[in-house]
């Protein structure tokens, strides 16, 4: 493949990425809405629980970093969150002993409280152990919140709130959802501790 044709494709790999920026944009009132339901969830002493496999197993972990650690405001409290994919011993356990379409759900019924938030990220939106995660944390009436792409349909039956990127390509998806986790994030702690540190 020559530099011009790689090119090409490079520029229309950046005009696809750009176009799911634009998207997440205009979803900007309904990611303000998720905010909002988390921040009140962690008034009220409440904790987020997030999960997904590969790529979305980092994102996962890398969401519940931002909220226990910090994001934009640097000396803050840490707020609860648990990445289910962290425990690899209890994960792989569960797996083994029970399946894997029943990962998270085994371990969300552990963990999973009435008013927390539950975050399943599924690029397709078919992984079945993310939609009995969701499935569990809705009979335990939790938050469910779902990160999904534009072919999933499976999803939405379990989510109160379900952002779906509006494309198949699984690396545009799942820069969609950095850039849409990111924004909630963000809110989070502006609505917790406003603008600057605490």
């Not at 962690?42 to 987020?48: E, H, I, L, P, Q």
């Not at 894997?100 to 009435?114: I, Q």
């Not at 009995?132 to 779902?146: D, Y």
């Not at 349909?153 to 699984?170: A, N």
């Amino acid at each position: 493949m020559d530099t011009v044709r790689i090119t090409t494709w490079l520029a229309q790999q950046a005009r696809d990425a750009r176009d799911v920026s634009c998207a997440v944009e205009e979803q900007a009132g309904y990611l303000a809405e998720i905010a909002v339901r988390i921040a009140a969830a962690y008034w009220d002493g409440k904790k987020v629980i997030l999960f997904g496999n590969g790529g979305s197993a980092a994102t996962a972990e890398h969401f519940a970093t931002e909220l226990t650690g910090k994001f934009y405001v640097q000396d803050r409290a840490p707020l609860p969150a648990i990445a289910l994919t962290a425990n690899t011993a209890q994960l792989t356990a569960i797996a083994n002993d029970y399946g894997y379409e029943h990962t998270f759900a085994r371990m969300l019924g552990g963990v999973a409280h009435s008013g927390d938030i539950v975050i399943g990220i599924s690029t397709s939106g078919q992984s079945a152990n993310v939609l009995r995660g969701l499935e569990t944390g809705q009979r335990r009436h939790a938050i469910t919140v779902g990160f999904t792409g534009a072919a999933s349909e499976e999803m939405e039956v379990y989510c109160d709130y379900l952002i779906r990127i509006p494309s198949t390509d699984v690396a545009r998806i799942q820069e969609g959802h950095d850039l849409c986790g990111h924004l909630v994030l963000a809110a989070v702690e502006r609505l917790i501790f406003g603008n600057g540190s605490t």
